[in-house]
């Protein structure tokens, strides 16, 4: 049995990203293993949420993760800023981070690059915090998406150095990990490789017929293959990575088929997506409505899963303590 331990920042809705790189494949595992999933609205604060929305975004990600199948009764769901021993853990841990190696991190640098007038210590230090979260449970494997593989990286470096450090197996070096595939990169609309919530290119769980339609229709494509066998490649090979999670086989085959000898249309690739989607994410949307209604449900479940990651957070504490050599007088 694995230790299982995923997030998903609060910073907006889910997209199909955090579904097919995420989600999916935890409510798979709920039921095999000892599972923790949360909602990382400490790591949500590097953007700066205003005060106003920030419960609203927690309380939607929470309606979405029980929407899309997360049981609160064989997983233990919690939000992380109900769980201050993760923020203890984050800064025993800093004392054995080093700037060069943060500054290194790959997803560091693009928000530097991205983003230049909001480089906080608290984007330096995100890999550390995330590490706690993770290491906070013993964790084994982290269901995560191509894009945390960075991040898993200063996890077990991290978990491997205080192991070191202290002479202990405190903890294991927990591995990224997609249900018996490779870690997914789900791409975005407009061509880009990678969906996401701040990118402007996602199709959100929540989001109406009437907005995916609009979006798939806009979604970036090329003037189409110029000769019978040419290779999918460019941004329409989006349209297709994304069909491949959602469509059926035969239909995938279609359009390849047509791409390959020159007669695609776009627009029937779009329209045939859109519906595909629309169908896929239906029942998820209603769940996610319904789930959002249940004030008195959301509560319950957040309030139990706090208690339940506590208790866990609470005793990898206490060894930690012991290890470093705090001593009570
Ligand atoms: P976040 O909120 O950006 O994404 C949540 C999860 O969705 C995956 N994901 C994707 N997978 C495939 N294709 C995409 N386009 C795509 N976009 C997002 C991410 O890989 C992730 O698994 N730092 C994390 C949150 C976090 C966390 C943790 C995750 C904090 N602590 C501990 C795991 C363990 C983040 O920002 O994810």
Redesign the pocket.
């Known amino acids: 049995m694995d230790i299982v331990?995923?997030?998903?920042?609060?910073?907006g809705n889910?997209?199909?990203?955090?579904?097919?790189?995420?989600?999916r494949n935890f409510t798979r595992m709920q039921h095999e293993n000892k599972c923790y999933f949360?909602i990382?609205d400490y790591?949500s604060l590097t953007t700066h949420p205003i005060p106003a929305d920030l419960h609203g975004n927690v309380r939607h990600v929470l309606a979405e993760y029980l929407a899309c199948g997360i049981d609160p009764e064989a997983a233990t769901i919690y939000l992380?800023s109900d769980v201050p021993e993760v923020t203890e853990l984050y800064l025993l841990l800093n004392m054995i981070s080093y700037t060069g190696e943060l500054e290194r991190t790959t997803t560091f640098k693009d928000k530097v690059r991205n983003q230049p007038d909001n480089v906080n210590a608290g984007l330096l230090t995100?890999p550390v915090?995330?590490a706690a979260?993770?290491i906070i449970h013993k964790?084994t494997k982290?269901?995560?998406?191509?894009?945390?593989q960075p991040?898993?990286e200063v996890?077990r470096k991290l978990a491997r150095r205080f192991n070191n450090m202290y002479g202990s197996e405190c903890f294991p070096e927990p591995e990224a990990y997609n249900f018996g595939e490779k870690?997914?990169?789900?791409?975005?609309l407009d061509g880009s490789g990678?969906?996401?919530?701040s990118e402007g290119n996602?199709v959100y769980l929540s989001d109406d017929e009437k907005t995916v339609r609009k979006k798939v229709m806009r979604a970036v494509t090329d003037a189409g293959p110029s000769e019978p066998g040419q290779r999918i490649a460019g941004p329409v090979k989006n349209l297709f990575t994304i069909m491949n999670f959602v469509s059926d086989t035969s239909t995938v085959k279609h359009f390849k088929d047509q791409y390959h000898d020159c007669t695609i249309r776009y627009g029937d690739l779009k329209k045939q997506l859109a519906e595909d989607l629309i169908g896929f994410m239906k029942p998820l949307k209603e769940r996610i409505d319904e789930t959002l209604a249940n004030e008195r449900y959301l509560g319950r479940v957040a309030r139990e899963g706090a208690e339940k990651a506590r208790e866990s957070a609470s005793k990898t504490i206490r060894e930690v303590r012991e290890l470093i050599g705090f001593r009570p007088f």
């Open positions: 331990v995923s997030g998903i920042r609060s910073t889910l997209h199909l990203g955090n579904y097919f790189g995420a989600l949360f990382a790591h992380q995100y915090l995330m979260d993770i964790a982290v269901p995560v998406g191509k894009d945390q991040h898993l996890t870690l997914v990169k789900i791409p975005g990678k969906m996401g919530k996602a």
